[in-house]
T-cell receptor
Framework: DSGVTQTPKHLITATGQRVTLRCSPRSGDLSVYWYQQSLDQGLQFLIQ???????AKGNILERFSAQQFPDLHSELNLSSLELGDSALYFC??????????????FGPGTRLTVL | DAKTTQPTSMDCAEGRAANLPCNHSTISGNEYVYWYRQIHSQGPQYIIHGLKNNETNEMASLIITEDRKSSTLILPHATLRDTAVYYCIVRGGSQGNLIFGKGTKLSVKP
């Protein structure tokens, strides 16, 4: 158990819908990362927040957005869903945002299925 | 970021040492070598990281060559539970996120 929690574990929805994935980082970790893992693209970095502020952006679509709240939990919002958005979505957390020792601890993931 | 090259797959007998190689010939001076693994659709798990010196923890050892162009992750006594995809990642000190390649699929066989 990494200490990172993600809800829900599974999510099945239809094209065009909007969903929200939630992540609670390990106690004391200030940085949260979101990654997407699909069969054809592998693990891809989406976005990073550090202490409530956006820190880095990766291959995140404009239909996707995220935020980190004052209690440091984070939510990833996916809208206008398409079949290709079906994937595993992982959240990770780390104590610091960059630098030495910035090992990341991953949650169990949310499996999103868009029908 | 420096790119890494890993074998697509490897087999290892249970109880033997598993040695997973990684080439990162374009690594720069401030970039670290990280190893993560992912056991069948679970969240990736941090294993170990290093800059120049060899490192050891309760899970594994990391051997980095003197020129830092390659490294080897060693699982000293592989068990069936070590069957996973192992990712070698090179990351700069000013960067937060990880860039995953395809990794090495390690199969530990009885």
């Amino acid at each position: 158990d990494s200490g990172v929690t993600q809800t829900p574990k599974h999510l099945i929805t239809a094209t065009g819908q909007r969903v929200t994935l939630r992540c609670s980082p390990r106690s004391g970790d200030l940085s949260v990362y979101w990654y997407q893992q699909s069969l054809d693209q592998g693990l891809q970095f989406l976005i990073q927040y550090y202490n409530g502020e956006e820190r880095a952006k990766g291959n995140i679509l404009e239909r996707f957005s995220a935020q980190q709240f004052p209690d440091l939990h984070s939510e990833l919002n996916l809208s206008s869903l398409e079949l290709g958005d079906s994937a595993l979505y992982f959240c990770a957390s780390s104590v610091v945002g960059v630098g030495m020792g910035n090992e990341q601890f991953f949650g169990p993931g949310t499996r999103l299925t868009v029908l | 970021d420096a790119k890494t090259t890993q074998p697509t797959s490897m087999d290892c007998a249970e109880g033997r040492a598993a040695n997973l190689p990684c080439n990162h010939s374009t690594i720069s001076g401030n970039e670290y070598v990280y190893w993560y693994r992912q056991i069948h659709s679970q969240g990736p798990q941090y294993i170990i990281h290093g800059l120049k010196n060899n490192e050891t923890n309760e899970m594994a050892s990391l051997i980095i060559t003197e020129d830092r162009k390659s490294s080897t992750l060693i699982l000293p006594h592989a068990t069936l539970r070590d069957t996973a995809v192992y990712y070698c990642i090179v990351r700069g000190g000013s960067q937060g996120n990880l860039i995953f390649g395809k990794g090495t699929k390690l199969s530990v066989k009885p």
